[in-house]
């Protein structure tokens, strides 16, 4: 297989970002080799180790760093223009449905692998990217009178755990507002008043 040239260098690099999180997707982190990249990107292993010098623990701290990235960037295209705290929701729930259902989970079966400085590094980028966004909004619900005092720190986990679990179901959920309903959900409650 030719090596690539300097034109298609970063074409290579991300090529190998996104196969690797279909691959882990598919086998799980222990279940991908850097040769079956390799193969399922059609390069040498030499050219992944030649983006990749500390091989598969790297482009895997890289790939997450980039999902983190790129969520949170969809998280603030949504949340931009919204004014309620149910709008926001509803949009960051929509956008996270549309979105590659399984990559929370090929986060969370990655980062266990992962050195302990890369886990910390990538969390401090999840606390940025994705985690004081929703907070935010929920911090904002509450100042402006939209939602009543509470733990802000755990609604936001909740929230976000909701929205990891609804990825995996994505595929079998067809009905339109789904988003919504979801939202008033866990903005109302289902106790009785």
């Given at each position: ?32 080799s850097?040769n ?18 500390d ?47 399984e ?18 590094s ?42 990891r679990?609804?990825?995996v ?12 309903r ?12």
């Amino acid at each position: 297989m030719a090596r690539p040239t300097v034109d298609n260098t970063q074409d290579t690099k991300n090529l190998a970002l996104d196969a690797m999180a279909q691959l882990i997707q598919e086998f799980g982190y222990n279940g991908v080799s850097m040769n079956a990249l390799a193969q399922r990107i059609g390069v040498r292993k030499a050219s992944l180790y030649h983006h990749f010098p500390d091989g598969k623990e790297q482009l895997v701290a890289d790939m997450i760093e980039r999902m983190i990235q790129q969520h949170g960037q969809g998280y603030q295209d949504v949340l931009n223009g919204e004014t309620s705290v149910r709008e926001r929701l509803e949009h960051v729930l929509q956008f996270s449905l549309a979105a590659n259902s399984e990559v929370s989970h090929v986060v969370t079966d990655s980062l266990r692998f992962l050195h302990p400085e890369q886990r910390s590094s990538l969390w401090e980028l999840f606390q940025q990217n994705q985690y004081q966004k929703i907070k935010q909004v929920l911090d904002d619900g509450v100042a402006n009178g939209e939602l009543r005092r509470h733990d802000t720190t755990i609604s936001t986990w909740m929230f976000l755990s909701l929205m990891r679990e609804l990825g995996v179901w994505e595929s079998f959920i067809s009905d339109q507002d789904f988003s919504e309903r979801v939202v008033s959900l866990f903005l109302e409650g289902v106790r009785k008043t």
